[in-house]
């Protein structure tokens, strides 16, 4: 597919991944639609890009109420006359054992992570369908994949990004519209501090800043950097590759979980 002259739109684009992919598809020649829920953050980047000769727009959007993101479809199609790329990439973690996760919790985190996702395939599907071009990248993680103690609901919710993911490859075989399911690993971004943005009503108090290399060296790996995440996006949707993956040891983890499930054993974590 090529991508001079296109147009872009990315949902959580004001930061991390979102904003390395604008900033990449600016560097091709896209045009691009930068849709984020922290408007003032948005606005700031934008103006930034759009000092350095950027042709983009910018919309403030809930991707977890599918009227807004309906409007963020017809404000790109207004703005440029069509979409070419759409990255689903908005996303937010709240980390707590399933058992103690609370009603309110669970409906925003699926509500971003999940059905902001469909949402946006149902916006944006059809139109590039009809146009018989497109590719569409969805955010899934690691997370969706294989799983660890802690993180229930943001497991449940990347895990049914991939799902949904496989399962629209294989009804957009054929259309022009092609599909990539993004699954990072560790990636120098703000997730870990994603609570910033919960409702108020949730009563979750603000997260502390977290150094990325205190994490990294939990974790035992290598926080990616946003910019390295885009390359490997514009590689896949050029090649029409589904899988997008950040990290070899994801492979191993994979694999690792396959094996338990093909021999019936219980999952135990260990990295």
Known sequence: MELDGKVAVVTGAASGIGLAMTRRFISEGMKVVMADIEEVTLEARAESLTAEGADLRTVACDVSDADQVAALRDAAVEAFGAVHVLCNNAGVASGAPGHKTSPGVWDWVIGVNVLGVAYGVSAFAPLMVDQGEGHIVNTASEAGLTATPMLGSYHVSKYAVVGLSESLRMELEGSGVGVSCLCPELVDTKIFEATRNA?????????????????????????????????????????????????????GRVHKRNSELEELRNPKFSR
């Open 199 to 251: 409702p108020a009503s949730l009563g979750i108090p603000a997260p502390p800043e977290i150094r990325m290399a205190d994490i990294a060296a939990m974790m035992g790996t290598v926080a990616m950097d946003p910019a390295d995440v885009a390359g490997r996006v514009v590689y896949a949707i050029r090649a029409d590759q589904f899988w997008i993956l950040t990290h070899q040891a994801t492979v």
